[in-house]
């Protein structure tokens, strides 16, 4: 594919991350939504409590899309010459899928996909093997775990990572899945929550902080929630009118029915 064919393919790509915000500056604001903003005041309910929560991981239950997105241009730019800023954009326009399937998107049917992927998956344990919940976030699974709620890791990321990520997380997660060996985010995890838990997808909930999550969401009939980080509430607004958006993992306590989970554990 020449240069001029791959801008053309970045355009709507691009159209969209510009309508939500300028890509320059939104590793800052993340930080600053995760870390410094402070705790807003319960609203009204809106959605019901799910027997089971599907958590995305990466830039959801862990804030690695940054040092993801790092990676991922530098193989970009290594593998295939673009400009780095043009890489960039491209891994977070397409997030959500896994890494060869950006590739597919970015550089369909380019030989040296595999090798690119390869490189990518590589990578992931040094830069992203340290990366640990928020307390916050991870305070909100336990209160959510207390009501009942059965807490599920849902990644495209590979099996091993997830997995990895899943052992040293200092939390019982309910169940744990990443792609590979016939697995991945959608229908098949989807499949494997109904079968486990024995539950309808009208009571599960989805939370992914990429707009390739809601997708997931409206094909596979499940509730969802955006987590604005990696793509801005207006872009989710833009795609999924009507759905909730938050901006930290835990304002999903001020969506669910019934009383405040901490009440809940004390009474």
């Known amino acids: 594919m020449c240069f001029r064919q791959l801008r053309a393919r970045c355009g709507l790509a691009r159209a969209l991350l510009q309508r939500s915000s ?38 959801t239950l862990i804030d690695t899309m940054p040092v993801l997105a790092d990676l991922a241009t ?64 991870r305070a909100t699974l336990v209160e959510l775990q207390g009501r009942c709620v059965r807490i599920a ?22 169940l744990v899945m990443g792609y590979g060996n016939g697995l991945a985010k959608g229908r098949p995890h989807v499949q494997m929550v109904e079968r486990v838990f024995g539950v309808g997808r009208g009571e599960m909930l989805f939370v992914g902080d990429s707009l390739h999550d809601g997708e997931i969401a409206a094909l596979e009939g499940l509730p969802f929630v955006g987590l604005a980080g990696t793509f801005s509430k207006e872009s989710f607004v833009l795609r999924f009118p009507g759905l909730p958006v938050v901006h930290r993992f835990a304002e999903l306590l001020d969506l669910f029915a019934g009383e405040p989970a901490a009440l809940a554990a004390n009474s």
């Open 22 to 59: 300028a890509m320059e500056g939104i590793v800052t604001a993340r930080q600053t939504n995760r870390i410094t903003a402070p705790a807003r005041p319960r609203t009204a309910p809106a959605l019901a409590l799910p027997k089971v929560l599907l958590c995305d991981l990466d830039g």
């Open 74 to 137: 530098e193989v970009m730019v290594g593998m295939y010459g673009i400009p780095d800023v043009l890489g960039r954009e491209l891994y977070l326009a397409t997030c959500g899928l896994p890494f060869i399937a950006q590739l597919e998107e970015i550089f369909p049917g380019d030989a040296r996909n595999r090798e690119a992927s390869n490189l990518f998956e590589s990578g992931k344990p040094l830069r992203c093997g340290s990366a640990r919940m928020p307390a916050e976030t």
């Open 153 to 174: 890791v849902s990644s495209n990321n590979g099996r091993a990572n997830v997995e990895a990520f899943a052992r040293n997380a200092d939390f019982p997660f309910d």
